[in-house]
């Protein structure tokens, strides 16, 4: 369930609608139909809550209203994730946050943040990820998400390597126990390529996380895009 909240929630809820129906009608493993976007009444979605995985996108300031509702979801014990923009203040009471990376506009933010997320969390990569995946990188951490482009014979070693110097600037790597990497392509992605961008994300922690941590790697297809590699750190909070 995604819930937008926030003075930026009509326009934002909207375009996160328009995605969600623009997305293949299967995924890689056959397993989803055609996707649809249904407006819920506002005392339908505690319920839907304590049952689904949620989201909670929130874009620019909120109303008093909106802190509550974010307040009653995030403490019925369900998944539920906050996914705010670079610039809105966390509150305390989000146990599972995710903030995103700055850009010149909160639509240069959503534009990739979101769709890399659902798409992870509808379990479209050629590595197995779903809600239970991300639930494990997301669930009671502050998280930091960046997303890099890169072109070249070696660009997936280039795109980790950069991943991981963005978020350096941002947050404590090694203060971070998980991490989700995810590869996003068109069509002549080689599987040797991900493998290189996994080792070079490796060997780019080394030193600064020598010890175990939680990392998860899928490769999200898309036929518009050249090639680009996101990742997301979290800390225990």
Known sequence: MLLVLGKGAPVLAERLADYAQSLPGTNWMKTLGTLTAVLQPLEHVPPLAGRLPCIIAISGALTNQDIRLAAQLVQLGGHCTVVVDATTAIRPEWTSVIRLPPHRSRDAQWAWAMRVYLDAMLNRGLICLDAFAIQACTENRASQFTVVHAIGEG???????????????????????????????????????????IQAFKHALRGVRDDDYLLMVGHLPHREVGFAVSLMAGTAK
Do not use: M, N
């Open 155 to 197: 660009r997936a070693i280039v795109g980790a390597e950069r991943a991981v110097q963005s978020l350096a600037t941002r947050c404590d790597l090694g203060a971070c126990d998980t991490f989700l990497l995810l590869f996003h392509t068109g069509p002549d992605v080689r599987l040797k390529e991900i493998h290189w961008g």
